[in-house]
């Protein structure tokens, strides 16, 4: 078996002079919970189309569960669960009625049907609203029954599209210790889109990060912080002011006061804090501490991005 879930090459999708992707290139572990981030209208829904099958790559290819979604889709679709903005809820059926339908397309027995049904409502905490119709939903409650009906078939893989919109602090928290277990548990493979920086950061492995569908940064969402501008904490006596921002720094060094005797530092190369620090104590200022700054993954995304607002 293939220990990638999906193999990304050069993946590009054009609509008229509009490039909604291009060029994109990851790969997506089996067993791993990986987190697509990006802002409004950068590309993560396109790409989640064209992972199942709803949508033709203008160029690049793509493979899931090493699968072709071109010419496999419905394979592709009968493998994974999928939670793509409420597709495949109908709002005049209850919600029991439409996770039985979801049974029925996956070609479940009638026990495994009670079973899994059951299971799904019971996962989410939406048992009580079962002979309730969907069109009565609030947002909250059709994110997770459309999590429940993704997870009718016990797939290989989750495809989901911020599952978490809408949520509450209490349910958000529900979701994401489900989707841990999800992946701890049983191995289950899950994209997961969305625009909690915080939780992806809490259980993703790996992120991608894109921007105007052209993917800007990819790795551990607990050390791709760390791989932008290095960052210093350092705490002064003896200081003036004025005469520190007026010192000479390395190129691309900028100081700035975090009040008091806090100043933060950035700098090209690590290596140019000790230049830095040799400046400040010829000029008489007192360094009592150095310490290096972790930057957030929502820090290094907002630096990436330029601020856009997100999905």
Known sequence: ???????????????????????????????????????NGAGKTTTVRIMVGMLRPSAGSIRVLGLDPISEGGLV??????????VGLYDRLTALQNLNFAARIARLTEAEKRQRVEEAFHRVDL??????????FSK??????????ALIAEPEMLIL?????????ANIVMVRELLVSLAQESGRTIF????????????????????????VAIGDPNKLGSQGIPTFRLTLSGCDPDK??????????????????????????????ETIVATLVDTRIGVRAVIPEHVSLEEEYLRLVGGEGND
């Open 1 to 39: 078996m293939d220990s990638q879930a999906v193999e990304c090459h050069g993946l590009s999708r054009r609509f008229g002079a509009r490039t909604a992707v291009s060029d994109l290139e990851f790969s997506v572990s089996r067993g791993s919970v990986f987190g697509f981030l990006g802002p």
């Open 77 to 86: 679709r009968s493998r994974c669960g999928v939670m793509l903005d409420n």
């Open 127 to 136: 048992w009580d609203r079962r002979n309730d119709r969907v069109s009565g």
């Open 140 to 149: 909250g409650m059709r994110q997770k029954l459309g999590l429940a009906r």
């Open 161 to 169: 599209d911020e599952p978490t919109a809408g949520l509450d602090p």
């Open 192 to 215: 997961l889109c969305t625009h909690l920086l915080a939780e992806a950061q809490r259980i993703c492995n790996r992120v991608a990060i894109i921007q105007s569908g052209r993917l």
């Open 244 to 273: 520190i921002v007026n010192l000479v720094l390395p190129e691309d060094a900028q100081l700035s006061s975090l009040g008091g005797n806090e100043w933060r530092v950035t700098v090209a190369d690590p290596a140019d804090i």
